[in-house]
């Protein structure tokens, strides 16, 4: 059973960072990224990494998330900086092992999800 464990969420103001952790069970998957939840909206795509390397980020967050991945430990990042209050909301670290490209910020396509944590950023 892959488990994906999250750390880092918290309260912080506008302008501030923050930084996201995620420590998968596994070290293999074909995309592994971030999507975040606001209270009474859709969940929705924030990051991801392909197996490649390659990131992609939703227009509302680049230029001020950044994405990346410890070799070492597999442990996904997320650095968030310059946050906003929309960012406000829970943010769950989520892999693929057989998602394809077209499909990477579809929510619905990642089989395992950590447990999520909450940011929230007052203004």
């Known amino acids: 059973q892959v488990q994906l464990v999250e750390s880092g969420g918290g309260l912080v103001q506008a302008g501030d960072s923050l930084k996201l952790s995620c420590s998968p069970s596994e070290r293999t998957f074909r995309s592994i990224g971030w999507f975040r939840q606001a209270p009474g909206k859709e969940r929705e795509f924030v990051s991801v990494r392909w197996n490649n390397g390659t990131p992609f980020y939703a227009d509302s967050v680049k230029g001020r998330f950044t994405i990346s991945r410890d070799r070492a430990t597999s442990t996904l990042y997320l650095q968030m900086n310059e946050l906003k209050p929309e960012d406000t909301a829970v943010y769950y670290c989520?892999?693929?092992?057989?998602?394809?490209?077209?499909?990477?910020?579809?929510?619905?396509?990642?089989?395992?999800w950590g447990q999520g944590a909450q940011v929230t950023v007052s203004s």
């Open positions: 989520a892999a693929s092992k057989s998602i394809i490209l077209s499909q990477i910020r579809n929510w619905e396509a990642y089989a395992y």
